[in-house]
């Protein structure tokens, strides 16, 4: 992760098997200081399939692709990227918190292993100043995520523990 005076900008490499085939993602995340995210670029290579995406947002949820507006995501101003827990301390570090007080959010939801991008909704809420309740909207998933005093990802239930 590095941070300017501007901006946070966060790239990273997941490599894993999915139906006994290996994938690869590449991804950039740039966000403003307010963690508002502004900009993502995805490389996926699943098995010998390669595909690459970027959007463009003015961190308020307008997003576009090549210039071109991408109104379905009007009110994202977060994504998350399936795959990687990091892209849920982008809401935990851009929200404004009250313990046990529940927000709800519309976020540009990229599953990489289905090769689907939409809006989805989301709630987070903070339980203490270490763990925070997410659920999809409607609740067909939740878990207990716990962060780092920088608010970053360091135990997602089942899926993911940072080790150092």
């Given at each position: ?78 994504i998350d990227i399936s795959l990687t827990p ?79």
């Open positions: 992760m590095t941070h300017s005076d501007e901006s946070i900008e966060v790239n990273s490499v997941i490599v894993g098997a999915h139906d006994e085939k290996i994938y690869r993602v590449d991804y950039s995340i740039k966000t403003n200081r307010k963690w508002e995210c502004i900009f993502f670029e995805v490389t996926t290579q699943l098995s010998d399939k390669k595909e690459a995406i970027n959007y463009h947002s003015d961190g308020k949820g307008n997003w576009t692709k090549n210039g071109v507006p991408l109104n379905e995501f009007k009110g994202c101003i977060d990091f892209t849920n301390s982008l809401p935990i570090n851009r929200l404004q918190w009250e313990l046990n007080k529940p927000q709800q959010i519309k976020v540009l939801f990229l599953d990489i292993l289905s090769q689907k991008i939409m809006p989805v909704q989301q709630r987070y809420t903070k339980l203490s100043q270490t763990k925070y309740k997410f659920e999809n909207v409607p609740n067909d998933f939740e878990a207990i995520i716990t962060v780092d005093e920088s608010g970053m990802v360091v135990n997602y239930p089942k899926l993911f523990v940072r080790t150092r």
